[in-house]
């Protein structure tokens, strides 16, 4: 325990035997449990999990599932609704198993898939656990050890004192990341990082791919994990559903990692290609969701003028387009002018609901 509070962290693992003994053994006292979720690598990191459950003594904590069962009255019947539905959500995460004998005791849990799901969904996976267990501070780690454990509690202490709902390390403002981040990497982050800001409305983040993070119990119950997106994008995915559910946020200074022995599973091109067009979408979504259906705001108006202004100034460039190529002139300067002042007023919507969009979110940077 960490002040008197519950801490775990989940270990998403892929093909990781080499490296996941390390995360092991490294792991800091005051983690109540590390709940490893093994996303059915074919190599040994199942059995090597296994063996260090086998020879590792029982915790004084014993942690059951729903441990605060809700006792039904008249009044509580929303209460009643919500503990039902989490009981019965596991069916909407990948299919699983735990391998534990003495599941309630040990320290490390081992989740094995039944079919591969990817990171964002063993995440998702071992965040639904430690909800089920009432865990107070749940963090993320990664199973190649590319994660310095000595920085775990600077990650979990504004969670645990201060009730920040979600805390994410930062490696982009460490001194050194410029020198020790592969530069294609660094890039790659650094457009993620950008486009995520303006898709997630935390415009004050960065090093949005890091994936050392720290979750409130809260936090974990105003989401809904199942529908965390499944692979790499998942960082981004989830910031947005923070954000849509009003969650505070913090970033710690953390060291990048590198040369531990973990092989990389991510393409870079790969992921900024699949992860843009993710956060458009995710864009869309935060801004109806939001500020529109929970609770309208006019910056959704200056968002939609943007967009309607947007598409109806195509035509007219389409038009202008065709003339200087057929013409080699514009033959109407009507269309120039209706072209200008539809772009201008896109342009400046766009602006002022950006500027509203900051505004509104600057309360849950903490």
């Known amino acids: 325990m960490l002040k008197g509070k519950t801490v775990a962290v989940v270990v998403p693992a892929y093909n990781e035997e080499t490296q996941i003994g390390m995360v092991i053994e490294s792991m800091p006292d005051f983690v ?7 996303d059915k690598s074919p190599d040994r990191t199942g059995e090597v999990v296994q063996e260090y459950i086998d020879k590792d003594p029982a915790s004084s904590l014993n942690l059951v599932p729903f441990p605060n069962p809700v006792t039904p009255n008249i009044y509580n019947h929303a209460d009643q609704y919500l503990e039902e539905m989490n009981k019965k959500e596991v069916q909407y995460f ?39 267990h009432d865990i107070d501070c749940t963090a993320v780690m990664a199973g190649d050890g590319q994660m310095d454990p000595n920085e775990l509690e600077s990650i979990c202490l504004p969670v645990i004192e201060e009730g920040i709902d979600y805390v994410k390390g930062n490696r982009l403002r460490h001194p050194s990341a410029k020198y020790v981040i592969p530069s294609t990497r660094f890039l790659g982050n650094s457009i993620m990082s950008m486009l995520t800001k303006i898709a ?13 993070t720290a979750i409130s119990n809260a936090a974990l119950n105003a989401i809904k994990l ?6 790499y994008g998942m960082p981004n995915d989830m910031l947005v559903k923070l954000n849509i559910n009003q969650c505070s946020i913090r970033e ?3 060291k990048p990692v590198y040369q531990v022995g973990e092989q990389s599973k991510m393409k870079v091109g790969r992921v900024i290609f699949k992860g843009s067009w993710l956060l458009l979408r995710l864009f869309f979504k935060r801004i109806w969701v939001k500020y529109f259906v929970r609770d309208f705001h006019p910056l959704f108006m200056f968002y939609a ?12 460039a389409i ?17 120039l002018l209706g072209f200008v002042f539809l772009a201008v007023a896109s342009l400046q919507s766009f602006i002022f609901a950006m500027w509203m969009d900051i505004q509104d979110n600057e309360r849950l940077n903490r």
């Open 94 to 132: 990948v299919p699983a198993e735990v391998a534990n004998k003495t599941p309630d005791s040990d320290r490390i849990i081992l989740i094995n898939h039944i079919k591969n799901g990817g990171v964002g969904a063993s995440i998702a996976q071992g965040y639904k656990w430690c909800k089920d």
């Open 252 to 254: 710690v200074v953390i």
């Open 305 to 316: 003028a943007w967009l309607v202004l947007g598409l109806a100034s195509v035509p007219f």
């Open 200 to 212: 997630s409305g935390y415009w004050r983040i960065s090093d949005t791919q890091t994936g050392y």
């Open 32 to 38: 109540d449990r590390i709940v490893i979720v093994n």
């Open 319 to 335: 038009r202008i387009l065709e003339t200087i190529f057929v013409e080699g002139e514009i033959s109407s300067y009507s269309l």
């Open 226 to 231: 199942y529908d965390i997106y499944p692979s």
